[in-house]
């Protein structure tokens, strides 16, 4: 797996959990936005958590209470718990970054991505 590359996908029920996880070892220092971004064929990449390198994090309304972004205590790894999973999260999901001071859910913001793992959702 290599530098931002997403792992964890799967198929689960509705009411389900699933955890993506990326590997971002090379932003843990300066001003960085980690982001976890989603997409399903025929529609625009959609921002859905980010954690930027002061620790704030920013939710889309879509997955706000359900979806948690955080990174391990060494900040190598950044992850995406998901809880209460809906058919509407079915996408292939990202993990993005970007250095600057300002984050946001906006995917022309971002320069660095990984490979996709894909999250299917049935009700």
């Known amino acids: 797996q290599g530098q931002l590359d997403a792992s964890g996908g799967g198929s689960v029920q509705s009411g389900g959990s699933l955890r993506l996880s990326c590997t971002a070892s090379r932003y843990t220092y300066g001003r960085y936005c980690l982001t976890w971004f989603r997409q399903v064929p025929g529609k625009e990449r959609e921002g859905v958590a980010l954690?930027?390198?002061?620790?704030?994090?920013t939710y889309a309304d879509s997955v706000q209470g359900r979806f948690t972004i955080s990174q391990d205590n060494a900040k190598s790894t950044l992850y995406l718990q998901m809880n209460n999973l809906k058919p509407e999260d079915t996408a292939m999901y990202y993990c993005?970054?970007?250095?600057?001071?300002?984050?946001?859910?906006?995917?022309?913001?971002?320069?660095?991505w990984g490979q996709g793992t894909q999250v299917t959702v049935s009700s």
């Open positions: 993005a970054a970007t250095w600057r001071a300002q984050c946001l859910l906006l995917p022309n913001e971002y320069i660095n």
């Open positions: 954690i930027a390198s002061d620790a704030h994090t």
